[in-house]
């Protein structure tokens, strides 16, 4: 059993605690940044352009196209490590690519593919799922409901940044005064 001073604060708490201790941060602070609505699209184009790792509560990002380079950790997966006199943050990473690439997914589609089959039926086994994934079966069956499908994982257009975040950071930050966030 975990001690309660070593797990992480629960899921609704986390992401406030993790955006405190960022903005706090000499080395983070200044290139934290809020967006409006979902961060996926934000932090998939991220990827996408340089690589990295997003650490999200939200498998859907795996589903996004984050580039070669990109890769996705869950918080639910964070543990605390200690090492001797260290501690340190550990968790599993998942790289798309390289899973869509061990799937022997088509290239072009990757994950999305698998989503969608899953999206179409949630109750097959993953062999089927698999297969059908590899041969494009609901893409080529039911073309505008994936174009439909496709919708949520659009990449922003180039150029497109967070321009509300320049409101949201510093009403955040006056709020710190008066708001305390567990930090680890």
């Given at each position: 059993m975990?001690?309660?001073?070593?797990t992480l604060?629960?899921i609704?708490?986390?992401?406030?605690?993790v955006?405190?201790?960022?903005?706090?941060?000499?080395?983070?602070?200044?290139?934290?940044?809020?967006v409006?609505?979902?961060?996926?699209?934000?932090?998939?184009?991220?990827?996408?352009?340089?690589?990295?790792?997003?650490?999200?509560?939200?498998?859907?990002l795996?589903?996004?196209d984050?580039?070669?380079?990109?890769?996705?950790?869950?918080?639910?997966?964070?543990?605390?490590?200690t090492y001797?006199?260290?501690?340190?943050l550990r968790?599993?990473?998942?790289?798309p690519?390289?899973?869509s690439?061990?799937?022997?997914?088509?290239?072009?589609?990757?994950?999305?593919?698998?989503?969608?089959?899953?999206?179409?039926?949630?109750?097959?086994?993953?062999?089927?799922?698999?297969?059908?994934s590899?041969s494009?079966?609901?893409?080529?069956?039911?073309p505008?409901?994936?174009?439909?499908?496709?919708k949520d994982y659009?990449?922003?257009?180039?150029?497109s940044?967070?321009?509300?975040s320049?409101k949201?950071?510093?009403a955040?930050?006056?709020?710190?005064?008066?708001?305390?966030?567990?930090?680890?």
């Amino acid at each position: 059993m975990k001690s309660k001073l070593t797990t992480l604060p629960p899921i609704p708490f986390l992401v406030p605690a993790v955006l405190e201790a960022l903005l706090d941060s000499t080395q983070y602070g200044e290139i934290t940044e809020v967006v409006p609505g979902e961060a996926d699209l934000y932090c998939a184009k991220y990827l996408n352009q340089y690589g990295g790792v997003v650490l999200s509560g939200d498998s859907d990002l795996l589903v996004h196209d984050l580039g070669g380079d990109g890769a996705v950790g869950f918080f639910k997966d964070i543990e605390l490590a200690t090492y001797g006199d260290s501690r340190s943050l550990r968790s599993q990473i998942y790289h798309p690519a390289e899973i869509s690439q061990r799937l022997d997914l088509p290239k072009a589609h990757g994950l999305q593919a698998l989503a969608f089959e899953l999206s179409m039926d949630s109750q097959v086994k993953f062999r089927k799922l698999l297969v059908d994934s590899q041969s494009l079966r609901a893409v080529k069956a039911y073309p505008s409901e994936f174009k439909d499908f496709l919708k949520d994982y659009k990449q922003l257009p180039t150029g497109s940044s967070s321009t509300s975040s320049v409101k949201i950071l510093p009403a955040l930050r006056s709020r710190k005064e008066h708001i305390s966030f567990p930090t680890f």
